[in-house]
């Protein structure tokens, strides 16, 4: 089992930065990509970037150059520094471990954070 904690939402001004941190528990070693999703009011979850352990990453087209996703090994802590915050951004962000071999096919998820981004 891996348990997943995110903090670091909040409510801030069009323009404006954040960052999300994501803290793993439990079963660590057996993570090899994390990520971030994202769930805004009516519309579908949205995947909006990824990491690997050796630090290769992705991320949505919405976000690029806008948000970086990094990791810290050492702590099993991956970050979201999102920045030029628009208001489509507004979302509740959800900190993910996909399924794969390492974790048996399960998959893990946070409680999930809140970014709102108003004027």
């Known amino acids: 089992q891996v348990q997943l904690v995110e903090s670091g939402g909040g409510l801030v001004q069009p323009g404006g930065s954040l960052r999300l941190s994501c803290a793993a528990s439990?079963?660590?070693?057996?993570?090899?990509?994390m990520g971030w999703y994202r769930r805004a009011p009516g519309k579908q979850r949205e995947l909006v970037a990824t990491i690997t352990s050796t630090g290769r990453t992705t991320y949505a087209d919405s976000v690029k150059g806008r948000f970086t996703i990094s990791r810290d090994n050492a702590r099993n802590t991956v970050y979201l520094q999102m920045n030029t915050l628009k208001p489509e951004d507004t979302a509740v962000y959800y900190c993910n471990v996909p399924p794969s071999l390492g974790t048996r096919g399960y998959e893990f998820w946070g409680q999930g954070t809140q970014v709102t981004v108003f004027s």
């Open positions: 439990g079963n660590t070693f057996s993570i090899s990509v």
